[in-house]
């Protein structure tokens, strides 16, 4: 009989017993929340995991050391845009681009953590906002590696403020254009953008220059119960919604080790 691939991860499982905390990828209604409210990924890792397809996490850095995360870390390509060298370790306080790795793939059925959703592919740490930039050096964060990093994923933009126009620069826009024009032998890079976490202050996204780029996908959150969470931004730009936090729980994710990451407390 045919059985469904099911990573052995102890944050994912979701069996009676222990219904697991990832919801984002499997919700069954555990810990409240609302079943079928997910990324519907499960069905798709019959066919395919990750393997072969390099993520770039444009982030304030990535700990390529992680357990979960470093038998998919690629760090021969990896880059520190703000020190200007190979390696992408963040900086004191920086823990975003560790979570937003172990959403895109920290390691699946490894007995270790959660899985990411894709659990088999490769991440390039590349460290671009754990200090300021100039728009050269997001135009190099964007155009770099173009031929084998196949998305970049971008959870960040500019200050939540309500109407705040920002946006990329006339060097960056123009390596936006070069890398979805001729990035991966002519495919194009994949760019995802979120949306803005503004609502409360009356933001849109499509006030935000980069995710309303047409070279990028902008992504929106909703909660584990399937309503917008308080703060997704919304927008006509907005191409994508997925499962984020804000509800009764967050998502479960890797963070950084000891007392540098959001988990600090235990």
């Known amino acids: 009989q045919y059985r469904r691939f099911i990573p052995n991860d102890p944050l994912f499982s979701y069996n009676v017993a222990n219904p697991g905390y990832q919801w984002h990828l499997k919700n069954t209604g555990q810990n409240g929340g609302r079943a079928g409210i997910d990324a519907n990924v499960v069905p798709a890792w019959d066919a395919w995991k990750g393997a072969g397809v390099k993520i770039g996490i444009v982030d304030d850095g990535l700990e390529v050391t992680h357990p979960d995360l470093a038998s998919n870390a690629d760090?021969?390509?990896?880059?520190?845009?703000?020190?200007?060298?190979?390696?992408?370790?963040?900086?004191?306080?920086?823990?975003?681009?560790t979570a937003c790795a172990g959403v895109a793939a920290a390691r699946g059925n490894n007995l270790l953590g959660g899985s990411g959703a894709a659990p088999e592919a490769t991440l390039v740490g590349l460290r671009l906002i754990g200090a300021p930039t100039t728009d050269a050096?997001?135009?190099?964060?964007?155009?770099?590696?173009?031929?084998?990093?196949?998305?970049?994923s971008n959870s960040w933009g500019p200050y939540d403020g309500g109407f705040g126009a920002a946006g990329p620069g006339e060097i960056s826009q123009a390596?936006?254009?070069?890398?979805v024009t001729t990035g991966r032998g002519g495919l194009g890079t994949v760019f995802l953008w979120a949306a803005g976490n503004g609502n409360q202050s009356g933001d849109d996204s499509n006030y935000d220059g980069w995710a309303a780029s047409p070279y990028a996908m902008a992504v929106s959150a909703i909660t584990d119960t399937g309503v917008q969470s308080y703060y997704s931004e919304p927008g006509s730009n907005i191409l994508v919604?997925?499962?984020?936090?804000?509800?009764?729980?967050?998502?479960?994710?890797?963070?950084?080790a000891g007392s540098n990451g959001y988990n600090a407390g235990g």
């Open 241 to 256: 919604c997925a499962p984020s936090n804000g509800g009764l729980q967050g998502i479960t994710t890797t963070d950084r």
């Open 175 to 179: 390596a936006l254009l070069d890398a």
């Open 137 to 152: 050096d997001e135009a190099d964060a964007y155009t770099y590696h173009k031929d084998v990093i196949a998305v970049k």
């Open 75 to 97: 760090t021969v390509n990896d880059y520190d845009f703000n020190d200007l060298d190979n390696d992408p370790s963040p900086g004191a306080g920086d823990s975003h681009g």
